[in-house]
């Protein structure tokens, strides 16, 4: 059984950071990546990076302060978040893909992600 596992959410002032983790089992990814959805707003795509040779794509709204990574060992990928803001705020999903895309717009729609986790809570106080 498949399972995404996300952890590291809560509430923080601005200017702080975070860290997100998201855990696999059950298999591999090709790609693992982060939504967010504000409130009363659609999912939006935050950044995706391939299992294979370690490429990322981050959306501009978060470039210079989100960083993605992952461990292969632990089968992990993680969204480090520094120099938080207010519009941050939002369920943060993970989101993790079997197959592959060719650029930025690909890797940003949910259609390409086949599983998901349950969503972690970032509250960002100003």
């Known amino acids: 059984q498949v399972q995404l596992v996300e952890s590291g959410g809560g509430l923080v002032q601005a200017g702080a950071s975070l860290r997100l983790s998201c855990t696999a089992s059950g298999r591999t990814f090709s790609l693992m990546g982060w939504f967010r959805q504000a409130p009363g707003k659609e999912r939006k795509f935050v950044a995706t990076i391939l299992w294979s040779g370690g490429s990322i794509y981050s959306a501009d709204s978060v470039k210079g302060r989100f960083t993605i990574s992952r461990d292969n060992a632990k089968n992990t990928v993680y969204l480090q978040m520094n120099s938080l803001k207010a519009e941050d705020t939002a369920v943060y999903y993970c989101?993790?893909?079997?197959?592959?895309?060719?650029?930025?717009?690909?890797?940003?729609?949910?259609?390409?992600?086949?599983?998901w986790g349950q969503g972690t809570q970032v509250t960002v106080s100003s």
């Open positions: 989101a993790a893909g079997l197959g592959t895309c060719s650029d930025y717009e690909c890797y940003s729609r949910e259609y390409n992600y086949d599983y």
